[in-house]
């Protein structure tokens, strides 16, 4: 399920948008906002971006940011710093997340070290999911 961003979270995220950009992204993060087919970036493309793409452009757009990267897993709008505020959007879980594309590769790495550290067999790991005897 994806995450709720309010307009106020997206303002304070971002403080020098105007009113009417939060507003756009908030609606291109939720799905509400007309998306242009007819963009002259997507003339010379073989094969048209889907809607999801075309969310991601119209997001790095407003914020002014340097492209949309990432893979599979994630992607987000390169603000020209790693530690930079951005938009993630995590495909695998179909959540919009506000932070640094740095901090969310942390989370996720964290996350995955976390997991291996409670796969190991036969280690008192502090886990949760952990049986108890």
């Not at 970036?41 to 969310?55: A, C």
Request: with cysteine; glycine share 8%; proline share 5%.
């Amino acid at each position: 399920m994806p995450q709720e961003h309010t307009l106020e979270h997206i303002h304070a995220a971002f403080p020098w948008l105007t009113r009417a950009k939060v507003r756009i992204l908030w609606e291109a993060m939720h799905g509400g906002f007309a998306l242009p087919e007819d963009d002259d970036r997507y003339r010379q493309n073989y094969n048209p971006p889907d809607e999801h793409q075309r969310r991601m452009d119209l997001v790095n757009d407003v914020l002014g940011g340097y492209g949309v990267e990432g893979g599979a897993a994630f992607e987000y709008v390169n603000m020209g710093d790693t530690y930079d505020m951005t938009v993630v959007y995590d495909n695998e879980e179909d959540e919009w997340h506000l932070m640094s594309y740095g901090d969310y590769v942390e989370a996720l790495e964290g996350n995955a070290a976390e997991d291996a550290e409670c796969n190991e067999p036969d280690q008192d790991t502090g886990c949760e999911d952990e049986d108890v005897d």
